[in-house]
């Protein structure tokens, strides 16, 4: 039955990109834990420039002192996780869709 081989293949296609996006989901999180949390704030006092790594604790705001220059390498690192924080929310987004269309019967 033609009809019976494509369902089979769009239930096979269905579990690959759940496979695909679970790995991916893993991927993401565990390279999150390794990167800083926070933002870098540049503060301007008597003609110097300040900077300070700005951290949520609860639900307090912490600063630490960074020094008068912001290390590079964190600026870097903060980027990075705010871009993998989004991918990580697209795949959330995708996951859920794919539960949806699994729970139906195909």
Known sequence: NICGVKMAVLRDILKE?????????????KRLKELPKGSILKRHISHNDYYYLKVREGNDVA???????????????????RL??????EVQENIHMLSKLRSRKI
């Open 63 to 81: 600063s630490r002192y960074l020094g008068k220059e912001a290390p590079a390498g964190l600026e870097k690192s903060i980027k990075e996780r």
């Open 17 to 29: 990109s759940w496979d695909y996006y679970q790995d991916l989901k893993k991927q993401l999180e």
């Open 84 to 89: 993998i924080r989004r991918q990580l929310k």
